[in-house]
């Protein structure tokens, strides 16, 4: 029963990515968090670039629906290991990650769905930031025990989505709305906020977690790995994500099969690699990819809350720094954030190893 709940969340999410895409958001970006955000810190004024400006109702939806389902099912609490700040620097670095391969690990299997061979490139690199990441990880890798703080500090990251819906609503004057370019391409709102909201309660529910699904690829087999279980839910997630974003994007024309001139993709194919590595392994060290971070924000978590904060402040200095890729190829300030965020994801992993375990327990909650 619990994978098939996993099976639903998985086909929900592909088939709301590739409908949204259809009635309106970018090609190949029914939803994609890293995109998004960097929409939303354009609507708030964080940067000024005319194009990418637009409070998209999706993540909106991700972060309420998590929170209403976490209080009917009773599980909306605060809690924090300790560790908001490295966990909101990290935030900054998945979404320069994400830029720079031009998508997050959802828009990446949509890419992929919609034909795009190129996105596979990133699939590889994500899938080796995972490997990387769960060596730290078994090497005695973790950010210490989650505690609970008092419920105040739950409800902030929430409290800031119901503001940006009232803000999406009632469109005040110091909101801003692209008139064209990729923040003026969106489905209609409230089509939009349902998906997110319903994203939102499913992943909630389930887990669902693109880098958790990726890190089952390396634990496919009999042996045990030291603790982890080998339940497969997330992985047959991920599997029905694509397959019903597959059959959605050829049923709906959107399925275009090649190598060159797809969507939000170009020719720098190994900085497309190292940019989804880069948000592998942070995903990893923070218990969850860019979406996850959403979801556990909207249910209380504080050091969700503060990679969301990030994942915001990332968004804003990806544009006004230049940083993410583009049809042309990856910029040079890209490639040396790509590079830099690496060796310090090596370097925050070696300063949080604790050689005397085997594994950070908070690891079998990542994967579960």
């Not at 088939?15 to 090609?27: I, T």
């Not at 391409?185 to 669902?208: D, E, R, W």
């Not at 971070?293 to 915001?312: N, R, V, Y």
């Not at 950070?360 to 909650?365: N, W």
């Amino acid at each position: 029963m619990a994978v098939r709940k996993f099976i639903l969340t998985g086909a929900f999410i592909g088939l709301a990515g590739v409908m949204l895409s259809f009635f309106g958001n970018p090609p190949n970006s029914g939803i994609c968090v890293s995109c998004f955000m960097e929409n939303i810190a354009g609507s708030l004024g964080l940067h000024n670039n005319i194009r990418m400006q637009y409070l998209r109702p999706e993540i909106i939806g991700f972060v309420l629906g998590s929170f209403l389902i976490s209080i009917y099912r009773k599980e909306f609490k605060s809690t924090s290991n300790g560790t908001p700040l490295l966990r909101f620097f990290v935030g900054v670095l998945l979404i320069i990650g994400c830029s720079v391969f031009m998508g997050c690990p959802i828009k990446m299997i949509l890419r992929i769905s919609a034909g795009d061979i190129t996105a596979v490139i990133g699939l590889v690199g994500l899938a080796t930031g995972v490997y990387i990441g769960i060596k730290f990880i078994e090497g005695g890798f973790g950010l210490g025990k989650p505690v609970q703080l008092p419920l105040a500090n739950a409800f902030l990251i929430p409290a800031l989505m119901f503001l940006f819906l009232i803000f999406l609503l009632f469109e005040p004057s110091f909101i801003y709305s692209s008139s064209k370019g990729a923040g003026a391409q969106h489905a209609p709102i409230y089509l939009s906020l349902s998906a997110g909201l319903i994203a939102g309660a499913l992943a909630q529910k389930t887990g669902f977690c693109i880098t958790g699904g990726v890190a089952r690829l390396f634990f496919w087999g009999p042996k045990e790995v030291r603790g982890c279980p080998k339940s497969t839910g997330l992985l047959m997630g991920i599997i029905s994500f694509f397959l019903i974003a597959l059959f959605a994007s050829i049923l709906t024309g959107q399925f275009l099969l090649g190598w060159y001139g797809q969507p939000s993709s170009n020719e720098n194919y190994g900085w497309s690699f190292l940019g989804m590595l880069l948000a592998g392994f942070g995903s990893v060290l923070i218990k969850g990819c860019p979406f996850r971070q959403l979801i556990l924000a909207g249910q209380g978590d504080s050091d969700a809350g503060a990679a969301f904060l990030g994942m915001l402040t990332g968004a804003a200095l990806v544009q006004n720094w230049g940083l993410g890729g583009n049809a042309v190829g990856t910029p040079y300030e890209g490639k040396v954030a790509v590079l830099l965020g690496i060796c310090l994801l090596f370097i925050i992993g070696l300063i949080y190893r604790n050689r005397e375990i085997s594994i950070a327990p908070e690891f079998q909650s990542n994967l579960d």
